[in-house]
């Protein structure tokens, strides 16, 4: 009898397939009827980082407020920018900056506060995906005041700096968009401003942290936020298993076995998702058949929000990737304010109404 190294390799990779898949198929039925595991897998996730779960969070969340900004829109930059034009300081962190408009704001706009030098401070990734120069160079060369401070993501233990978020002594946005021209003016992107005073302690903690290269603690993190690769996999499983009624989403791609899985757990929903008319993604509008995948070719989908029920609305940087979710520092807002809720619903209407969609 050949051991299992003496078969041919075809045959070991059809075997290996075959495990994996198995092995997924029993985790997930664990999961789905003891909800006994809460898992991240990220590879690169220093040993004392502590993963909480999503359940033991949700009952404290906060009905947050405020604004929905949705581009394209030609006059957003300068919108989204009016919000921390009186700020004694700005935080941020970002994934890309080269749109010349923020840029200008950054050198011109923030010099002073009442005569005192503001203080500015980004993160930012410096090894970007399919990166063909330094553009982590380029950009502190061209945002150069002696007020601002722009920092990398080497000792973060994440693949990306992905997030997208940024914070002064009042406002914070929570963003699907880079600061790019494309994403205020050719992609559909969705901005939340809001005020609260718990959400902005909880950035300004989670940020200091970040920056100092320090673990984030768990109880940091405010029930209305998801942070990943700490409790965001558990988070979005959980509710997308849980919601009962409806799943509307917003999405770039969605290439996460599990997130798919979880997607079609349960066959009595409405489920209707939108993502950009690209290859990927009609193999996506494959595996999720019979449930309805609109692939629209104009606007760019770059927005990645979800509305269950009709309820809660999750606003975020992250792709539906495995990387995203155990790898990636992103950033999640759940948000249950029905004026933004009622305005992302009629976004959404529009665009899966809309001329340019391939059903």
Not at 197 to 214: G, H, N, P, V, Y
Not at 229 to 245: E, F, Y
Request: glycine share 2%.
């Amino acid at each position: 009898m050949r051991t299992f190294f003496q078969l041919p390799k075809s045959l070991k990779k059809k075997l290996i397939n075959l495990g994996i898949t198995l092995l997924i198929i029993a985790l997930s039925v664990i999961w789905e009827y003891y909800g006994l595991i809460q898992i991240e897998i990220g590879k690169d996730i220093p040993k004392n980082t502590q993963i909480v779960s999503y359940e033991t969070t949700q009952n404290l969340r906060q009905q947050i407020t405020w604004e929905l900004l949705i581009s394209p829109q030609k006059d957003l930059v300068f919108e989204r920018q009016s919000y921390f034009e009186d700020s004694p300081y700005f935080f941020g962190r970002i994934y890309d900056i080269t749109n010349k408009e923020t840029k200008k704001f950054l050198n011109d706009r923030t010099p002073t506060f009442n005569g005192t030098s503001k203080k500015v401070n980004i993160i930012l990734e410096d090894k970007k995906y399919q990166q063909y120069g330094n553009d982590f160079k380029k950009t502190t060369q061209e945002i150069s005041g002696n007020n601002i401070q722009f920092q990398n993501d080497k000792k973060l233990w994440v693949n990306y700096t992905h997030a997208k978020t940024f914070f002064d002594d009042t406002t914070f946005v929570i963003q699907t968009a880079n600061l790019t021209h494309s994403s205020f003016e050719k992609n559909i992107e969705h901005f939340f401003v809001g005020h609260n005073t718990w959400i902005l302690q909880s950035l300004e903690t989670m940020f200091a942290a970040d920056r100092s290269w320090k673990t984030i603690d768990v109880d940091d993190i405010h029930p209305n936020l998801l942070v990943c690769p700490i409790n965001c996999r558990s988070g979005i499983m959980h509710m997308l298993r849980q919601a009962k009624t409806s799943i509307r989403m917003y999405q770039q791609y969605v290439s996460d076995t599990w997130i798919r899985q979880s997607i079609v757990s349960n066959t009595d929903r409405d489920i209707r998702i939108l993502l950009p008319d690209t290859t990927t993604n009609k193999d996506t509008q494959d595996y999720l058949w019979p449930y309805i995948v609109h692939l629209l070719k104009k606007p760019y989908i770059h927005s990645k929000t979800i509305l269950i029920d009709d309820t809660y609305l999750l606003i975020w940087s992250m792709n539906m990737s495995q990387n995203s979710l155990d790898n990636n520092r992103e950033i999640w807002i759940i948000v249950t304010d029905p004026l933004v809720i009622g305005k992302r619903k009629r976004d959404f209407l529009a665009r899966r109404d809309s001329q340019n969609i391939q059903k």
